[in-house]
């Protein structure tokens, strides 16, 4: 019953190769969430749908793509991989997008860059 | 100045003690504060959620809350070498939509037997 689900969980790539990553929740929420959380732990909004909609898109290189085909679903794609990129994708969700819901985190997606 | 500070640690603290761990905000706007744990290799789990000024308990953990001095922190009493984690602030407030979550770097908590 596992409510935020991500895959993979680990990925090891080459620079300049292009990659996705995917992210379920079972949770009913309408409100979907990318992190990224580098080497020294700190952990930083990168996206944000709700309902399918973007409403949050921060300063992040354009290599990096979401789409969110339905309201349970939303993917990471992310083209010419640089070492830089390397680091911890999480995937969260909630209820709603407004200021008092909690976020519920995936497991992570580790991944490496070569 | 960053937008949530937290103390990186290591806080050390012998079992059975009262670790308290702080936060510090910049926007004075902020509706929502949240604590989560994260253990290493592992993602991050919300324990504690406050949005008015005061205390908040559940069970071991008490969240305070002072939008005055722009402060949070969080007590763990009789602390248990289970809670060794890294403690994360987080703080949404009005940008985004009220949807963005910013976090502070975390406070990494050592229970010492």
């Known amino acids: 019953d596992t409510a935020v689900s991500q895959t993979p969980k680990y990925l090891v790539t080459q620079m300049g190769n292009d990659k996705s990553i995917k992210c379920e929740q079972n949770l009913g929420h309408d409100t979907m969430y990318w992190y990224k959380q580098d080497s020294k732990k700190f952990l930083k909004i990168m996206f944000s749908?709700?309902?399918?909609?973007?409403?949050i898109n921060e300063t992040v290189p354009n290599r990096f793509s979401p789409k969110s085909p339905d309201k349970a679903h939303l993917n990471l794609h992310i083209n010419s991989l640089e070492l830089g990129d390397s680091a911890v994708y999480f995937c969260a969700s909630s209820q709603g997008p407004t200021s008092s819901y909690e976020q519920y985190f995936g497991p992570g997606t580790r991944l490496t860059v070569t | 100045q960053k937008e949530v500070e937290q103390n990186s640690g290591p806080l050390s603290v012998p079992e059975g003690a009262i670790a308290s761990l702080n936060c510090t905000y910049s926007d004075r706007v902020s509706q929502s504060f949240f604590w989560y744990r994260q253990y290493s290799g592992k993602s991050p789990e919300l324990i504690m959620s406050?949005?008015?000024?005061g205390d908040k308990e559940d069970g071991r953990f008490t969240a305070q809350l002072n939008k005055a001095s722009q402060y949070v922190s969080l007590l763990i009493r009789d602390s248990q070498p289970s809670d060794s984690a890294t403690y994360l602030c987080a703080v949404r407030g009005l940008t985004g939509g009220g949807n963005k979550l910013t976090f502070g770097t975390g406070t990494q908590l050592k229970v010492e037997l």
């Open positions: 406050i949005y008015s000024n």
């Open positions: 749908y709700n309902n399918k909609e973007l409403i």
